[in-house]
C-alpha cells in the first residue's frame, strides 16, 4: 500500500490564518479586528502572520483571491454568452449575474462559502480600498452598471448605483444565511424546511421585483427612439 501523502504545514498554517480572519472580520467587522487578534484566535505567533501575509492588506486579497477569481470568471462568461447570443442584457440577466455565481459558492462550499460571505459583506460595507481594487480590476469589461442604466433610461446614474449598493447587501446577507436552520420564530419554515437551492431562487425573485419597480418607473414615453434603443430585446435566464 503507497505511502500516504504529507500535508504541507506551511500551507495549513496558511488556511488557519485565513480561515480565521475571515470569520473574525465577518463577525466583527474588518476595522474592528486587529492582527493580534488574528494571531491569537488562530493559535500563532505574530511573526508567523507577517511571514506568510506580510500585513493586513495582503492578508485581506489573499481572502479575496482565495473566492473571487472563480464568481467573477462565472460572472464573466454569464454576461458574455449573453452578448454572444446578440442579446441586450435584462434587468433580470444583471440580477441573476450579481447573485447567482455567489449563491452557487454558498450552497457548493457550506460552511466556507457562507463565512467568505459574511465577510465580503463586510469589506463592502466599509467600503474596504482592498476590496474595491479587487473587484474592480476582475470585474472589468463586465457593464452591469451600464445594462441596469439601460433597462431604466429615466433613472438617475446615483439612482442605479443605490440600487446596487441594496442589491449586493441583500446578497451578501442573505445568502451568508443559506442552508441554516430556521430560528425560533420561523415556525412555518421550521415544519418545512427550504433548501439552499430553493432559498437563493426566492432570493432572486425578490430582488427581481424590487429592480424590476425601478425599470417600469424610468421608461420613456412610448414610441420614442430612445424607447426602441433602450428596450432589452430577450428575458433570458443568464446561466453559466
Not at 446577507?173 to 412555518?188: I, N, P, V, Y
Not at 430582488?207 to 412610448?222: F, S, W
Request: proline share 7%; glycine share 8%; with cysteine.
Amino acid at each position: 500500500m503507497p505511502p500516504r501523502p504529507r500535508s504541507d504545514p506551511s500551507a495549513q498554517t496558511r488556511k488557519r490564518i485565513l480561515d480565521t480572519a475571515e470569520r473574525l472580520f465577518g463577525e466583527r467587522g474588518v476595522a474592528a479586528v486587529s492582527l493580534r487578534d488574528i494571531n491569537r484566535s488562530a493559535g500563532i505567533s505574530q511573526g508567523v502572520l507577517h511571514y506568510h501575509f506580510g500585513g493586513r492588506d495582503a492578508l485581506i486579497e489573499a481572502i479575496l483571491q482565495r473566492w473571487l477569481p472563480g464568481v467573477n470568471a462565472e460572472r464573466r462568461q454569464m454576461y458574455d454568452a449573453i452578448l454572444a447570443a446578440g442579446r441586450t442584457p435584462s434587468e433580470r440577466d444583471v440580477v441573476e449575474i450579481l447573485c447567482l455565481p455567489l449563491a452557487r459558492l454558498a450552497t457548493a462550499r457550506q460552511p466556507a462559502g457562507r463565512r467568505f460571505l459574511r465577510c465580503l459583506a463586510r469589506l463592502g460595507q466599509e467600503e474596504n480600498p482592498v476590496w474595491a481594487r479587487t473587484t474592480r480590476t476582475q470585474m472589468s469589461g463586465v457593464e452591469l452598471h451600464e445594462a441596469l442604466q439601460a433597462c431604466a433610461p429615466g433613472a438617475s446614474p446615483a439612482l442605479i448605483e443605490w440600487y446596487f449598493s441594496m442589491m449586493l447587501n441583500v446578497i451578501h446577507g442573505t445568502l451568508s444565511e443559506a442552508g441554516r436552520a430556521a430560528r425560533s420564530w420561523q415556525r412555518a419554515l421550521a415544519a418545512e424546511p427550504m433548501s439552499p437551492e430553493d432559498q437563493a431562487e426566492a432570493l432572486v425573485e425578490f430582488i427581481c421585483e424590487g429592480v424590476g419597480g425601478l425599470v417600469r418607473r424610468n421608461q420613456p414615453a412610448a414610441g420614442t427612439p430612445r424607447a426602441q434603443e433602450s428596450r432589452p430585446r430577450g428575458r433570458g435566464a443568464a446561466r453559466a
